[in-house]
C-alpha cells in the first residue's frame, strides 16, 4: 500500500443515461418570443443529484465539461457529455463562482482564503491567488466572477463567506465596503468599480457594454446574528471602452427568495435564478417567462458543444435544459 493508493477516488456519477426531474411542470411561457427558443414542454433532465450547494457553473469547451462548485463539500465538480461525474479537484478552499479566461485557464472565487485564484486549463496542482487584497487590506470573501470581452477580470466581494461557517470561516472585515472590482490580468491592476449592500452575481452582455449585477442582501436574514438587508434585486451599467460603469439603473427583482447568480444570452435576455426557478426578461425588462423548480437556483450557465444547453447549479443538483436557439 502506497500513499497515493490511499488518495479517495475522483468518481462521483459513472457514465450512463440522465434520467428527467420528476415532478417538472414545464415551462412558463408569458411572451411568445420565449416559445420560440424554449418549449412549453422541454424536458428537465437531472445530471447529478449529490451536491450540498451546487455554485459557480461554468462550460470549458477546451475538456468539453461543465465545471462547478459545491460549496461546503469544498469540490470543484465536472460533469462529461457521457454523463460522469467526478471531482476535479478536492479540499477546494470553498470555493464558490468560477469563469473561463480568455487564455483558457479558469478563474475560482474562493472563501476560505478571500480571494480570486487561477487553475491551468488542465486544472492541475493548486490554484493560484491572484487577488488578496485591495489597498492593502483583505478582501472580504468573493463570490461570483465574470470575464470581459476585453479579457479583464471582474468579481464580486460580499461578506457571506466570513460569517457563513458552511460557506468559508468566520472572520472580522478589512473592508468597510462591499463592491464589484475589475482585475487586469495583464497588468495586474485591481479597480473599485462599484459598491453594494452585498453584491453577488455579475454578467455581460455580449459586446460587453452593459453589465448586471444582483444585490442579495436580503439573504443576510438568513444568518445568525444579523438583520436582512433590503435588495433582491439586480441593477444593470452601461461599460465605457476603458471598464468605467455609468447609467446605474434598477433593472428586476425576484419576488421569491433573491436572484444570485445570473446569465445573459446572445439576445441580450437575461436569465436569473430565485427561489422558486429561473425567471427570464428581455433586455426591456420584459417578463419573458420562468422555469419553475421545486429547489432554490443559485447559478446558471449556457454550455454544451453548441451552446444551446442551459446549466442549472440548483442546491443538490446539476440540472439542465436545451434551448432551440
Known amino acids: 500500500m502506497t500513499p497515493s493508493s490511499l488518495l479517495p477516488g475522483r468518481l ?6 440522465t434520467a428527467e426531474l420528476s415532478g417538472f411542470a414545464g415551462v412558463q411561457i408569458d411572451d411568445p418570443r420565449l416559445a420560440t427558443v424554449l418549449p412549453r414542454d422541454a424536458p428537465l433532465l437531472n445530471l447529478y443529484e449529490g451536491a450540498i450547494h451546487s455554485e459557480g457553473p461554468v462550460w470549458q469547451p477546451s475538456a468539453r465539461r461543465l465545471l ?9 465538480l465536472a460533469w462529461y457529455e457521457d454523463g460522469h461525474v467526478e471531482a476535479a479537484i478536492d479540499l477546494t478552499f470553498f470555493m464558490n463562482g468560477n469563469a473561463l479566461g480568455s487564455d483558457g485557464r479558469i478563474y475560482h472565487c474562493e472563501h476560505g482564503r478571500r480571494c480570486i485564484s487561477v487553475s491551468t486549463p488542465g486544472l492541475q496542482g493548486q490554484p493560484e491567488p491572484v487577488v488578496t487584497q485591495f489597498e492593502g487590506r483583505r478582501l472580504n470573501s468573493p463570490n461570483d466572477v465574470a470575464v470581459a470581452p476585453d479579457g479583464s477580470i471582474w468579481f464580486t466581494d460580499p461578506i457571506f463567506g466570513i460569517v457563513m461557517p458552511s460557506q468559508g470561516s468566520l472572520a472580522e472585515p478589512e473592508l468597510d465596503h462591499r463592491s464589484v472590482y475589475r482585475f487586469d490580468p495583464q497588468t495586474g491592476g485591481l479597480g473599485r468599480m462599484a459598491d453594494f449592500e452585498q453584491p453577488n452575481g455579475l454578467a455581460f452582455t455580449a459586446d460587453g457594454r452593459t453589465l448586471y449585477v444582483s444585490d442579495t442582501s436580503l439573504s443576510l436574514g438568513e444568518v445568525p446574528g444579523f438583520s436582512a438587508g433590503t435588495k433582491h434585486g439586480i441593477e444593470a451599467f452601461d461599460v465605457r471602452v476603458d471598464g468605467a460603469l455609468s447609467n446605474r ?14 446569465l445573459v444570452d446572445p ?6 435564478s430565485a427561489a422558486d426557478g429561473v425567471h427570464v426578461w428581455s433586455a426591456e425588462r420584459e417578463r419573458l417567462g420562468f422555469i419553475p423548480l421545486p429547489v432554490v437556483v443559485s447559478n446558471l450557465t449556457l454550455g454544451g458543444t453548441d451552446g444551446r444547453r442551459l446549466f442549472i447549479a440548483a442546491t443538490k443538483h446539476l440540472l439542465a435544459i436545451d434551448l432551440l436557439a
Not at 12 to 17: D, I, T, V
Open 267 to 272: 439576445r441580450g435576455w437575461v436569465w436569473t
Open 68 to 76: 462547478w462548485s459545491d460549496v461546503p463539500n469544498r469540490r470543484l
Open 12 to 17: 462521483l456519477r459513472r457514465a450512463g443515461a
Open 249 to 262: 439603473r434598477f433593472f428586476c427583482h425576484t419576488d421569491h427568495g433573491y436572484p444570485d447568480g445570473l
